[in-house]
């Protein structure tokens, strides 16, 4: 059976994908996933060499033709976006493909049509097969995306004979992080001893908890708050989630961002040591 391991955090900056790429140079047999399709970096830590792309189709757009068009205006006062312009055409950032455009014109002039909101990848790296997207600037339906790329990677998983898939997943409690939790069976949260830090942890627990997965929380930079530290301890402990690991804050962490390489990879210092250490548990769990 393969096993989805997803790496996600209840706000941006907890240092998330570095965990994550440090998992990918530690895993022996897995496949790689980022699903953080609206800011995709895992791929600035682990280079990948891309083997295929293919366009993604995130919806529809509308057009409408002006051989049709009789100038009514009725799409204009049904477009709840302002995405219909001067001259009667469709500003496709605005546009939010809901059709009703086309359902009221009186003309028929308007034709919801596929729309390219960017393009997935498989790739190769030195750790192994490689799955990311890359989402073009304002696009939307994440998602969808997100669904697709664990697709992919599962596939992949299958067809090589590799038990696990390590999934880096985007911050928060939106859209693409429900479609990489779906079906998951193990989420760490990565969190930093901050007031929001903890706020954005109980959202994000609370979420992930829904899906009946095993959940652990590792604190990345706990020594720079240790009071807040002992908070999301306690409230680990409180809601019985599995307490990984306290990561130190480690000047090698944004070196070893900087070379683009995996932290444990590029470093022998307590923060790396600490990742090697949450990976052993994940392991146990898995």
Do not use: Q
């Amino acid at each position: 059976m393969i096993k989805e391991l997803v790496i996600i955090s209840g706000k941006g900056g907890t240092g998330k994908t570095s965990v994550a790429a440090s998992f990918a140079a530690l895993a022996e047999n897995a496949v790689i996933a980022d699903c953080d399709v609206d800011a995709a970096d895992l791929h600035l830590l682990l280079s990948p060499r891309e083997k295929s792309s293919e366009p993604f189709d995130g919806g529809k757009k509308a057009y409408i033709h002006p051989g049709l068009c009789t100038g009514c205006g009725e799409c204009v006062i049904y477009c709840r976006f302002d995405a219909i312009g001067d001259y009667f055409v469709v500003d496709p950032l605005a546009c939010e493909g809901c059709g009703v455009c086309a359902r009221f014109c009186p003309a028929d002039a308007i034709e919801m049509r596929d729309h390219i909101s960017g393009d997935w990848f498989v790739s190769d790296t030195a750790y192994g097969p490689m799955v990311h997207a890359r989402l073009g600037i304002a696009e939307g339906n994440s998602g969808k995306l997100v669904s697709l790329i664990r697709k992919k990677a599962k596939e992949m998983a299958e067809e090589d004979k590799r038990g696990l898939v390590i999934i880096d997943g985007s911050p928060g409690i939106g859209c693409p992080v429900i479609a990489t939790l779906t079906g998951a069976h193990f989420a760490l949260i990565v969190t930093e001893p901050t007031v929001s830090g903890l706020h954005d942890l109980g959202r994000i627990y609370e979420l992930a908890r829904r899906f009946r997965m095993k959940i652990a929380v590792c604190v990345n930079k706990a020594d720079i708050n240790r009071e807040m530290s002992e908070k999301i301890r306690d409230f680990c402990s409180r809601e019985g989630a599995l307490f990984c690991e306290e990561l130190p804050y480690d000047d090698d962490v944004t070196a070893a961002i900087v070379a683009g390489k995996p932290l444990v990879e590029y470093s022998r210092g307590p923060a790396a040591l600490g990742v090697e250490r949450v990976w052993g548990r994940i392991l146990n769990e898995l």
